[in-house]
């Protein structure tokens, strides 16, 4: 089983920046993919970024050249960096880890595995 405990989120300015973290306990062997996901009220559970193994990463287009998605093994922490926030990102981030990786679980959350509490973004 794994613990996924997100943290960093909290109200900002349009334009301001914020950095999620997110720290992984538990056996987790075979993960080969963490992501960060939202929800705003009322909507459906979007992708925001992934990042396999290789480091390697992927962003939702609302995000890219504004969001950076990292991890650090040795700490078993993964990062959001979040840049030049708007309105429209105001939500529930959700940090989660899936065996499989691909650009497709940014469209179907079904992929992730297990989920993190969340952390609430509010951005005014």
């Known amino acids: 089983h794994v613990q996924l405990v997100e943290s960093g989120g909290g109200s900002v300015q349009s334009g301001g920046s914020l950095r999620l973290s997110c720290v992984a306990s538990g056996y987790y062997e075979g993960l080969h993919c963490m992501a960060w996901f939202r929800q705003g009220l009322g909507n459906k559970r979007e992708g925001v970024a992934i990042i396999d193994s290789d480091g390697i990463p992927t962003y939702a287009n609302s995000v890219k050249g504004r969001f950076t998605i990292s991890k650090d093994n040795a700490k078993n922490t993964l990062y959001l960096e979040m840049n030049t926030l708007k309105p429209e990102d105001t939500a529930m981030y959700y940090c989660?880890?899936?065996?499989?990786?691909?650009?497709?679980?940014?469209?179907?959350?079904?992929?992730?595995?297990?989920w993190g509490q969340g952390t609430q973004v509010t951005v005014s």
């Open positions: 989660g880890a899936a065996y499989v990786c691909g650009s497709g679980i940014l469209r179907n959350p079904d992929f992730v595995r297990y």
